[in-house]
Nanobody
Framework: QVQLVESGGGLVQAGGSLRLSCAAS????????MGWYRQAPGKQRELVAG???????NYADSAKGRFTISRDSAKNTVYLQMNSLKPEDTAVYYC??????????????WGQGTQVTVSS
């Protein structure tokens, strides 16, 4: 089994910063990609930022220039540095990992989510 444990959410004023972390553990052979998604009340879950094993990154237009995704491969951990936060960034942020288990099975896991609230 695999666990994704997220941390770093909270309440921040508009213009502030937060750093989210997501650590993957368990029977992991390799990680293809990790990403951060978010879901606001009444809205669909959307991709915020992703990073693949080669290090390439991609961002939602709303995140470009404000958010930075990075990883520590040795720790199977991905980070999301969020700067210049806006009230519309308020959502539950979920970590996702696309990985191979030790049994050579490719699968995807989600974290439990962490709440980010940006006050105006």
């Amino acid at each position: 089994q695999v666990q994704l444990v997220e941390s770093g959410g909270g309440l921040v004023q508009a213009g502030g910063s937060l750093r989210l972390s997501c650590a993957a553990s368990g029977s992991i052979a390799s990680i293809n990609a990790m990403g951060w998604y978010r879901q606001a009340p009444g809205k669909q879950r959307e991709l915020v930022a992703g990073i693949i094993s080669g290090g390439s990154t991609n961002y939602a237009d709303s995140a470009k220039g404000r958010f930075t995704i990075s990883r520590d491969s040795a720790k199977n951990t991905v980070y999301l540095q969020m700067n210049s936060l806006k009230p519309e960034d308020t959502a539950v942020y979920y970590c996702n990992a696309d990985l191979y288990l030790l049994a050579d099975q490719r699968t995807s896991y989600w974290g439990q989510g962490t709440q980010v609230t940006v006050s105006s």
